[in-house]
């Protein structure tokens, strides 16, 4: 089969559009023949390459795919060649007690395809059959693809870590990121007044469109001045807080007494500094999130098929020009997905 492949940890230059093995399905397991392979910043650190990770190489990224099954392994029997399929990113173990309790992601063994395995930049990916998702039709592939990782990362975040109320302030930084578009439309769901953050004007316009109350060009404008200024001086309920280093004290400034940030990044780089005065006095909780539950991303879909949410795609590039397209997301000129079709 035709993958893209980097031997070497470096530079969008590493990457190789090479012939790769077929994978063959093992008990328990399914071949998906992948029709699209949405991008995320995940893909740019596995090539750039992580302190104190090794990946196995030569590496396969991509966490997000669609597809029909091709082969079926020993043991399955509700899934079928043929059949169009989502797949969930989320691997764990499924037999801890927190995979029991529905809590995939504090699974000891947890882990994202892709990562420690071969993912989606290719023609074929093996999966396990338990993470193969009913298909959203009428949706597109490329469009199915650009749900999972980011919605029920934002769903998690926001609805089950954050506890999200209705009527709540909340400002979503890097709305043009995949999984911040994704946070607009949940936070505005839950009919909250959203403060919307981007890089550009020509990004702020897309955030109110999906539903952006307030929006702060954060090259140009201070996010904490904005914020006093649009709430009274009283600060947002929830900040939604995924790049990291470059934004962490504007996002820490901009929380109300009470308020609540949920992190899930640190894209711009992990090392930040707080007064912790700051969390006492004011009452302020600092909340980890990391990816999602099947049952969250389950629940996304059902919205989805609703037409309540919908997965928001800057572009499409075929599989080969994967080095081009981890370069946009460095280049940070993308607002939302972008996504590799296979042909």
């Known amino acids: 089969m035709k993958a893209v492949r980097f031997h070497a940890h470096g530079g969008p230059e590493v990457l190789r559009y090479e012939e790769a093995p077929d994978p063959l399905p093992r008990a328990g397991e399914i071949v998906v023949r992948v029709r699209a392979c949405a991008l995320n910043y995940l893909d740019v650190w596995e090539r750039r390459g992580l302190p104190g990770i090794r990946l196995p190489l030569p590496h396969i990224s991509g966490a997000d795919i669609s597809g029909t099954i091709e082969t079926v392994g020993p043991g399955t029997e509700h899934l079928k060649p043929g059949e169009k399929v989502l797949v969930n990113p989320g691997l764990s173990c499924m037999h801890c007690p927190a995979c029991f309790r529905g809590d995939d992601s504090l699974c000891r063994h947890y882990s994202v395809l892709g990562y420690f395995n071969d993912g989606g930049f290719a023609e074929y990916v093996r999966v396990p059959a338990v993470n193969a998702l009913p298909y959203p039709d009428p949706l597109g592939f490329a469009e199915a693809a650009a749900i999972p990782l980011v919605f029920m990362t934002a769903w998690q975040m926001l609805v089950t870590r954050g506890r999200s109320r209705p009527g709540e302030e909340v400002l979503v930084i890097g709305a043009g990121s995949g999984v911040g578009s994704a946070a607009v439309q949940i936070a505005r769901l839950f009919q909250a007044r959203v403060f919307a953050t981007a890089g550009s004007d020509e990004k702020l316009e897309k955030a109110k469109a999906l539903g952006a109350n307030h929006l702060i060009n954060h090259s140009t404008q201070r996010i904490r001045d904005e914020i006093r200024r649009l709430t009274d001086k009283r600060g947002v309920d929830i900040v939604f807080e995924h790049p990291g280093a470059?934004?962490?004290?504007?996002?820490?400034?901009?929380?109300?007494?009470?308020?609540?940030?949920?992190?899930?990044?640190?894209?711009?780089?992990?090392?930040?500094?707080?007064?912790?005065?700051?969390?006492?006095?004011?009452?302020?909780?600092?909340?980890?999130?990391?990816m999602g539950s099947k049952a969250e991303l389950l629940e996304v879909l059902n919205l989805v098929r609703a037409g309540t949410l919908r997965p928001v795609i800057d572009r499409t590039l075929p599989l080969a020009e994967a080095a081009e397209a981890e370069s946009i997301l460095e280049r940070r000129e993308n607002f939302g997905k972008v996504v590799l079709t296979v042909s």
């Not at 609540?260 to 894209?267: F, I, N, P, S």
């Open 246 to 290: 470059a934004t962490w004290d504007e996002s820490i400034a901009s929380l109300a007494p009470g308020g609540r940030l949920v992190t899930c990044g640190a894209t711009t780089g992990f090392e930040a500094k707080i007064d912790l005065r700051l969390v006492f006095a004011r009452q302020i909780s600092i909340l980890g999130s990391y």
